[in-house]
């Protein structure tokens, strides 16, 4: 079956990066993109950007441009997500989401992670 | 990026229906049939419940449905059930990425 396991919480101070893992299993990995959203407490989601996984493609979302870096290890089916910068307003879960269809962008997204806690704090 | 517009709360009594609308542009709903909605229940990861508009995932109730005209998408749930009481999502497609909704809260009376 498919599944998405993500890294545990992390706690980061203003300004460092984090990095988030998104270990995938039960299906072709470099055939399914993998999207990244978050969601800050009591607020929508957010989506941040999209991983081709299997050229390593990448796009991203306007509002976090120049913060994010979207990579892939296909040698051990996980996707990974850095945002750099950190301020307070960061504080949010990450997840990740895998496609319907291979090869594909559109957004539907049938399969999340279980949410990763980043926490912004000094 | 500016989200998709839906409303912020809807409700309904057990076995109504309801429909909850998504507002884009001609550059996401209004020019791909690539609309996507999700529920969320508090704590939990959002989960798919309808794609390209209007179809439904293996093993999602029928009374979900979904529907598009123009620049704006609609979910209808039709036999409301207390376990409905969530949050939606929709999610639009464009050539810039993906575009989400600002969510809308469903209250079942």
């Known amino acids: 079956q498919v599944q998405l396991v993500q890294s545990g919480a992390e706690v980061k101070k203003p300004g460092a990066s984090v990095k988030v893992s998104c270990k995938a299993s039960?299906?072709?990995?470099?055939?399914?993109?993998i999207h990244w959203v978050r969601q800050a407490p009591g607020q929508r989601l957010e989506w941040m950007g999209w991983?081709?996984?299997?050229?390593?493609?990448?796009k991203y979302s306007q509002d976090f441009q120049g913060r994010v870096t979207l990579t892939r290890d296909t040698s051990a089916s996980t996707a990974y997500l850095e945002l750099s910068s950190l301020r307070y307003e960061d504080m949010a879960v990450y997840y990740c989401?895998?496609?319907?269809?291979?090869?594909?962008?559109?957004?539907?997204?049938?399969?999340w992670g279980q949410g990763t806690l980043v926490t912004v704090s000094s | 990026q500016s989200a998709l517009t839906q409303p912020a709360s809807v409700s309904g009594s057990p076995g109504q229906s309801i429909t909850i609308s998504c507002t884009g542009t001609s550059n996401d709903i209004g020019n791909y049939n690539y609309v996507s909605w999700y529920q969320q229940h508090p704590g939990k990861a959002p989960k798919l419940i309808i794609y390209e508009v209007s179809n439904r995932p293996s093993g999602v109730s029928n009374r979900f449905s979904g529907s598009k005209s123009g620049n704006t998408a609609s979910l209808t749930i039709s036999g409301l059930q207390a376990q409905d009481e969530a949050d939606y999502y929709c999610c639009s497609y464009t050539t810039s990425g993906t575009l989400l909704g600002g969510g809308t809260k469903l209250t079942v009376l």
């Open positions: 039960g299906y072709n990995f470099t055939s399914y993109a």
């Open positions: 991983s081709n996984t299997g050229n390593g493609n990448t």
């Open positions: 989401a895998r496609e319907v269809y291979r090869f594909d962008v559109s957004g539907s997204l049938l399969f």
